[in-house]
């Protein structure tokens, strides 16, 4: 197995995007689709990290309004913020970081110096390590066969409260047994406006990487980046068996 105890300056990336409490969560959602970011560090007026903010938290927080899916409340980010949020500081290793992400169930850990963010690890940055490393094991190894679907035809409120539900970022798209898109928090974060009942197709992502079971992670890893998703859907004689997310490449870390 590869070696990743190289410090996490490394693979972090920065600056980090941050907004300040007292900031509202409409201001939040913004920013996550101005910044492309799926989290916001929360920060002080001296720009000490005092939480963290995701897409997820606001999903959570959603109001659900006559004539569209769900609307995002008008409240400030410390309010429903994840506090403390987690970090580490420039020489940690990034094994650790990883170890610390499965154990935790997160997507990112915060690179801080004096209580101050300096980077921030996703888990699209340990793909990058991966990749980097050419690491040859299967991506069946890492894949999970809990595979979540919904159909391209099935209304988009139907899609929130599945992805709520099963603890997913992201859902598969079928038409027929065939993949044809992700709807993830990104998608259903923009679709909220919508009438409940538009169809998932006309909202869901169709960048979609679909890979064969014997495929190395190490390759898998650099294909994902190049075509900017973050889950890569397995498939083999029978079909797609499983699904591999940013959590999984932290497996191979630990």
């Known amino acids: 197995m590869a070696n990743f105890e190289m410090p996490a300056t490394e693979y972090m990336t920065s600056p980090v995007e941050t907004i300040h409490i ?27 990290l005092k939480g963290v903010v995701s ?9 659900f309004s006559h004539g569209v899916t769900f609307r995002v409340p ?16 420039r020489d940690a290793p990034v094994a650790e970081v990883a ?8 997507h990112r850990i915060f690179v801080t110096s004096a209580g101050k963010p300096v980077g921030v690890i996703s888990t699209r940055d340990l793909m990058r390590a991966v990749g980097e490393k050419r690491i040859k094991t299967p991506i069946s190894e890492i894949a999970s ?27 598969v798209v079928v038409e027929g047994d065939f993949p044809v898109g992700i709807f993830d928090q990104a998608c259903a974060l923009q679709a909220r406006r919508l009438a409940p009942t538009t169809a998932v197709e006309n909202v869901m992502n ?6 064969p079971d014997a495929m190395g992670l ?24 499983g699904i591999v997310g ?7 870390m630990k």
């Open 145 to 171: 066969g809990s595979v979540v679907k919904i159909k391209a035809d099935d209304p988009i409120a139907m899609a929130v409260d599945r992805l709520d539900l099963s603890n997913k970022h992201g859902l």
């Open 99 to 106: 170890k610390m992400m499965l154990k935790k169930h997160v």
């Open 22 to 48: 007292g900031e509202s969560l409409v201001a939040a959602d913004a920013m996550f689709t101005e910044q492309g970011v799926s989290a916001l560090g929360v920060v002080n007026d001296a720009g000490e």
């Open 55 to 63: 897409r997820t938290d606001i999903l959570h927080a959603a109001v």
């Open 246 to 252: 940013g959590l999984d490449f932290a497996r191979v």
């Open 206 to 211: 169709v960048c979609i990487l679909i890979l």
């Open 74 to 89: 008008d409240r400030p980010v410390e309010e429903i913020m994840q506090s403390p949020a987690l970090q580490v500081q």
């Open 218 to 241: 190490g390759r898998a890893a650099v294909q994902a980046l190049a075509m900017n998703v973050r889950r890569i859907l397995i498939e083999n004689d029978r079909g797609v068996t």
